[in-house]
């Protein structure tokens, strides 16, 4: 494991931040009226755009500092979050927000098993048993959007598609990191996810404009607040902790985003979408009881 600086405030504050700013990118995608493309488009292009100042005029010599390694994760990383939105943002097309969060954010299963394999994280038998659980709460929530119809279902699919790729996304991140500054790598990361995005627009044949001023305007939202202060977050706390307590707090963006859908939507719950969640969040919860094992993924990346 890398040794790595102390952080100057504790990684918990800034990944709640991220997970608060978040609950609003469903919200955001569903009052915007562009493709799924589209949008993840104008979301990843507008970021570079904010962030391309500060890169060019403080960080741009690092980009030499680069291993060829280094630069193959950050472009895989990049194409991972390309597609996680694009695939996320069609899932809204056909299903409710309460269900495409709460399967996306399904990450802890995905997590488990990649910083296992990748990085040799030991998972108690707790964490089996957390992640079985909230394997269960998605299988509910599937199952009752099965029975509101099969276009449902095929946005619950998109939407668990979309979490196995964000997952894929912060294991590279966790790696690369622990050698690249936060500016430096994300702005690559996000420059690759919106040229990924572009050729994506074109070969599908979406539009990129005309769209209304709202339109606009709810794409700018998107790049600074679920992007610039959720996930540019997160790659500030991947050289801290790892993807394991990312991935379980985000668990928590799904009901931010089901109160904002009930009452900007009104989007109602049928019974089985609520026992789906509140099963998940119990898994979540079992993981998060094991306090030791938080502590050991936070300070484990210190030693």
């Not at 994760?73 to 309460?98: D, K, M, P």
């Not at 294991?171 to 996810?193: C, E, M, N």
């Not at 610039?228 to 706390?237: A, E, I, K, P, V």
């Amino acid at each position: 494991m890398h040794k790595v600086d102390k952080p100057p405030i504790h990684p918990y504050i800034p990944i709640m931040v991220g997970v608060i700013t978040l609950a609003f990118s469903a919200i955001f995608v569903k009052l915007v009226s562009a493709d799924a493309g589209v949008t993840a488009f104008y979301r990843m292009l507008f970021s570079v755009l904010v962030m391309a100042p500060a890169f060019l005029l403080k960080y741009r010599h690092e980009v030499k500092l680069i291993s060829k390694k280094d630069w193959l994760f950050s472009v895989i990383a990049g194409v991972f979050l390309a597609f996680h939105f694009i695939l996320w943002f069609e899932s809204l097309n056909y299903t409710s927000v309460a269900s495409s969060t709460v399967l996306v954010t399904l990450q802890p299963i995905f997590a488990f098993a990649g910083t296992y394999l990748f990085f040799k994280e030991r998972l108690s038998v707790k964490t089996i048993l957390s992640g079985l659980i909230a394997i269960g709460g998605s299988v509910l929530i599937s199952w009752g959007d099965f029975q509101l119809g099969g276009e449902a279902f095929f946005g619950d699919m998109l939407a668990l598609a979309a979490c196995a790729l964000i997952t894929g996304y912060l294991l590279f991140g966790q790696d690369v990191r622990q050698r690249i500054s936060l500016i430096t790598y994300t702005f690559i990361v996000y420059s690759v996810s919106t040229i990924a995005i572009f050729f994506y627009v074109i070969a599908v044949g979406e539009s990129f404009g005309p769209y209304p001023a709202m339109d606009w305007f709810w794409f700018a939202m998107l790049a600074i607040l679920p992007n610039l202060f959720g996930h540019t977050l997160f790659n500030w706390s991947l050289r801290y902790v790892s993807t394991n307590v990312i991935s379980i707090a985000i668990l928590f963006e799904p009901v931010g985003a089901a109160v904002l859908a009930y009452y900007i939507f009104n989007e109602t719950l049928i019974p089985t979408q609520i026992v789906g969640g509140l099963v998940v969040l119990a898994g979540i919860t079992l993981f998060v009881l094991d306090g030791r094992k938080i502590r050991k993924l936070c300070l484990g990346k210190r030693a």
